[in-house]
């Protein structure tokens, strides 16, 4: 009995092995218009997932059956994904026996970080310069600070102040190893377009934010009391919150952590995206706890003195850098812009 219109749809559907024939003979196709992953190969050279050679990495063929160490793998067995492996991964109705997979990580979101070696000396001069700076300009600047709070945020130039040369200096050296390291075009160099300092009394905080036009943004630490007030790097994909999964603690891995928390160290640079979100915890220092910073000795609230004097503000510097292509002469770049030989001048 003939079939009626539209009836192969019904075959399609019910018979399982009928599609995963079907499959596999578009897999073995040797043109482009037929490669299943035609779509999303942006280089498509033969088209297939057995080329090996014409698929770039990450992208069919090479996706499906990228080679991984043999350790990986179970012994005696290969060390490629073949399609009968992959078939009892994804096939609930395959007969039972070993399975084999491979995991790669995509989408990183990286941070870098250092302690300064001579970071005792060049923060007992911060803490002066920052300090006479706030009482230039007490009201500063109003971003993720919070005034009411006591929160000071000074104005964004600090980078062309040559007071705070030295630190500017020591945070290129971290920039210009973070380019190096992410493997930027070397026909561009970091420049830095702001920076400035930040004092938090006992109770302030920043509000979760991220900088805007800034490629990489960090912190660089001066005076952490105990209990400053740690800071916090969100997951930046809104779309990894929309359920949240059940982990064993014992097994969980850092890179399903939502939050990452960082302590403030007096002497620690920090670098991270601009587009990370971040903030940072409320300064719960008390009085008569270790100062961390340029050597004050913490109030004594038992005593009656000050407890949330000087000796418990946490002090830091903020920094934003971009790209920027080398040779640009110095009456050609924007205001406010300094690459790491412009310090040379000061």
């Known amino acids: 009995m003939a079939n009626k219109p539209g009836s192969h749809k019904r075959d399609l559907r019910d018979d399982g092995r009928d599609r995963r024939r079907r499959a596999a003979s578009l897999s073995r196709s ?31 063929y090479a996706a499906l059956h990228a080679p991984r160490p043999p350790a990986a793998f179970p012994a005696g067995r290969g060390a490629t994904l073949d399609e009968d492996s992959i078939e009892t991964m994804t096939d609930a109705a395959a007969p039972a026996r070993e399975k084999r997979m491979a995991r790669d990580y995509f989408f990183p979101t990286p941070v870098y970080y250092t302690d300064l070696a001579q970071a005792q000396d060049l923060n007992a001069r911060l803490v002066a310069d920052i300090r006479a700076w706030r009482e230039r300009d007490p009201g500063g600047t109003f971003r993720s600070n919070v005034p009411q709070l006591g929160g000071w945020h000074s104005a964004t130039d600090m980078h062309l102040r040559v007071e705070f040369t030295d630190l500017t200096r020591e945070i290129f050296e971290l920039i210009h190893g973070v380019f190096r390291d992410q493997g930027y075009d070397d026909a561009y160099e970091p420049v830095c377009d702001s920076m400035w300092a930040n004092v938090n009394p006992r109770g302030a905080f920043n509000r979760h934010h991220t900088h805007p036009h800034a490629l990489w943004s960090g912190v660089y630490y001066v005076r952490t009391p105990d209990e400053c007030g740690l800071l916090c790097l969100t997951d930046p994909r809104p779309q990894a919150h929309v359920i949240t999964p059940y982990f064993d603690p014992g097994r969980r891995s850092a890179h399903t952590w939502a939050e990452v928390y960082y302590q403030p160290v007096a002497g620690r640079l920090i670098a991270f995206p601009g587009w990370l979100v971040h903030s940072t915890h409320p300064n719960l220092a008390s009085a008569g706890r270790g100062t961390g910073g340029a050597g004050e000795a913490g ?31 110095p009456t050609d770049a924007p205001a406010g812009e300094v690459v790491r030989k412009d310090l040379s001048a000061k």
């Open 299 to 329: 109030a004594k609230s038992a005593t009656g003195e000050e407890e949330n004097g000087p000796a418990l503000e946490r002090i830091s510097v903020s920094f934003n850098f971009r790209q920027r292509r080398k040779g640009v002469a």
């Open 30 to 60: 040797r043109t482009g218009d037929q490669c299943p992953f035609r779509s999303v190969c942006p280089a498509i050279r033969t088209g297939c997932r057995r080329a090996r050679a014409g698929c770039p990495p990450g992208i069919g």
